[in-house]
């Protein structure tokens, strides 16, 4: 993770809005390759534990007695830790995240159709409007709602450099609930698989929050955020539609499962 | 309407739940008639698949009417009747454009799970846990299908539903095993597991070549289908050594392609299986390879060990060392139906294969629950229960 020694938007300089725009592979992960898999082979017992939480416990201490039990546990635990809260940061600090997707659509139909911000709500998942503010195209205003946090957000952002079919660069305005700035790069894919569309984004937890747990639960989620929304675009640009099964019947209609 | 849930380990329920609704403009609604079990099913039931959620409905291989299409569905109209592939694929992106539709990067709107879990998402597929999409299943008298222009199939004129279901999934499975399988003329192609999958894997092994096929089981009621139906040599792995016998049975090659229609909870008599489900049980590996490891083994030098039976996660005395001494191929993953299916329905058409023999049993939804105890069991020689909502 970049970490930066500013905790306030006003003190985001010139420097800042340059975003390496390569992907050293080492900048945010800080967990070697065995641990990865062994943190996936816990991450599937968790889901498992998840899924069948009562009787895990029965097999456990039935066949194989204590030893076993403390290595499930333990390695229950450690799972924990990393998938779900391996991102948190210090507080006031900024996080960078970055993320990188290939869409199968030339570079100019990928680039215009993110360029036109109003289509952002189209797929960003808690973005609710983007409203352009002056005639040149360069300011908006924005708003999310993040239900879980039973919150609205707004702020304003200005494009602060661009060029056409290959990068966006902006951030906030001074006083926004949301600090950030993000750089979006569009290149071509190698042997025509369509664009690479890579975003960095230096983010900073909403004024007032900032110092609070709030900043710390929201980093990891932000990232999330981020990965998804570039995938449901991927999703809306090649197929016209977001994958989704909301709204279709189940049997826990009927029942509180 | 009537649906067929997943309520827990190994427990499932009939019950009443809303109809279906288009949500998406390439959505179709299905109106279901044939839905049958699938060895896939018992993965989940058995709780080796996490993320399925109770309350969901089950099913895959299924066919049926479309009753509604989405304003974005041009191939097909209301009254079609349809084979539907049980995996999803967009059509659009780089691996459907590849024919590898299962690897499908849009029809998993759950893609968070996979990608920590194998490092990329694949495919959504029907009914099958909430990694694979939580996509509501085919046991249910009516089924949302999206991508429908893309996975439904009309069935030929003069093809009964019975001859056609099959084409859904076990049939494009076991034909993809083959195509993986690399067979060439005069090969001998050994198959592990005569399920719906297996059975498959064996004719379409010799549709595609093959001049011998040894087919594997235990179970004497398959073995005859697999002999009598299926025009395969029989092993039974009960009463013989099946490394000893296949190279007995191929002049001490072994077999020149093995094809693994088992999966993660494979059975067998040897020490292995012991060690395997104790890990098993208490997740410090989470399938059995049993039948992976023979394949290997047994397979020739230089031959194709293909792989269609499902794992899901980690396993554990993998041979890589005769893997990769012996310079094997191996190939392996779910199947792309959206390649095969219309292929195949050639096939029944024009008589190569009839899968009908398959469907031991046509129970009422009504009976889901009996029907995956029957069929686990592997009890009253089943070997697919169907359910038709009609009943
Ligand atoms: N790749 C795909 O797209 C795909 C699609 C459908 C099914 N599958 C998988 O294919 C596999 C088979 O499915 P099915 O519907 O035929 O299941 P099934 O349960 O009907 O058949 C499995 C057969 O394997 C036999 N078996 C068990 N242990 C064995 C061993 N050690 N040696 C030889 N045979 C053994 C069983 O006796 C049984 O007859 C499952 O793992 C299923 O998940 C994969
Ligand atoms: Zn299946
Ligand atoms: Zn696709």
Redesign the pocket.
Known sequence: MTEIKANKLSDFTKDDLHLEPEITGSSHINVGTTERIVSVAAGAALLYLGFKKFSITNVLLGITGASFVHRGLTGHCGVNDMIGRNTASREGVPVVVKKSVTIGKPREEVYSYWRKLENLPNFMKHITHVEPLDAGGKRYHWQMEVPKLGNKFDWEAEIVEETANERILYRTYNGSDVSQSGEITFRDAPGGRGTELHATIKYYAPEGYVGGGVAKMLNPAIESVVHEDMRRFKHLMETGEIPTIEGQPSGRENKNY | MKALCYVGTNKLNTERVKDPEILNPGDAIIKVSLSS????D??LLDGYVPSMREGDIIGHEFMGEVVEVGPGVKKLKKGDRVVVC??LGCGDCWFCQHDEY?LCDNSNPHEEILEKAYGHATAGIFGYSHAFGGYAGSHAEYIRVPYADKGCFKVPEGLTDDQALFCS??F??GY??ADMANIKPGDVVAV????????MAIQSAYLLGAERVIA????PE?LNMAKNMAKAEVLN?AEVD?QVALKEMTGGRGPDSCID????????YGADYYYDRAKQAVRLQTDRP??LR?TIMACRKGGNVSI???YGGLIDKFPMGAAMNKALTMRM???HGQRYIPKLLEHVQKGDVDPTYMLTHKWSLEDGHEGYQM?KK?KDNC??VVFAPSI
Request: glycine share 16%; proline share 2%.
């Open positions: 079990v699938c060895g896939s018992l993965h049980s995996i299962s999934d076990a494009p499975t993809m095993a592990w597991g005569c399920g719906g999958v297996g059975l594997i089981d235990r179970l398959r792995y099946v229609a088992v999966g993660m909870e494979a059975h067998s049993t039948v023979e269609v039976g499902v993953g779910q199947m069929f592997k070997v697919r």
